[in-house]
Nanobody, 127 residues
Framework: QVHLVESGGGSVQPGGSLRLSCAAS????????MGWFRQAPGKEREGVAA????????FYADSVEGRFTISQDTAANTVYLQMNNLEFEDAAMYYC????????????????????WGQGTQVIVSS
């Protein structure tokens, strides 16, 4: 079992930035793909970004492409989500998740690909 802990959420004005972190108790041995998801009240959980931990290739939802960046520090067993130019629509609970399988273009947003989930960190976008 991999323990994932998110941090870095908070309140920010539109146009602002936040950096989320996800620390994993184990990393590359079991987590071949790490993803960030979000869920706003009344909405389904959706994929935001993902990274294959061995190759480092990344995937993004269209809604965040060019504004968000997923990255990793394998020495620290941590994956990050840099969020710039935040919009009202980005407000949600953000979760990181780990998958024992590699992510591919069509598979990475699928929730059942991921077997380990964190508790989430709240992002509020308000003027």
């Amino acid at each position: 079992q991999v323990h994932l802990v998110e941090s870095g959420g908070g309140s920010v004005q539109p146009g602002g930035s936040l950096r989320l972190s996800c620390a994993a108790s184990t990393y590359r041995y079991k987590q071949n793909c790490m993803g960030w998801f979000r869920q706003a009240p009344g909405k389904e959980r959706e994929g935001v970004a993902a990274i294959n931990t061995a190759a480092g290739n990344t995937f993004y939802a269209d809604s965040v492409e060019g504004r968000f960046t997923i990255s990793q520090d394998t020495a620290a067993n941590t994956v990050y989500l840099q969020m710039n130019n935040l919009e009202f629509e980005d407000a949600a609970m953000y979760y990181c998740a780990g998958s024992p399988w590699q992510c591919y273009f069509r598979s990475w947003p699928k929730l059942d690909l991921y077997k380990n989930w964190g508790q989430g960190t709240q992002v509020i976008v308000s003027s």
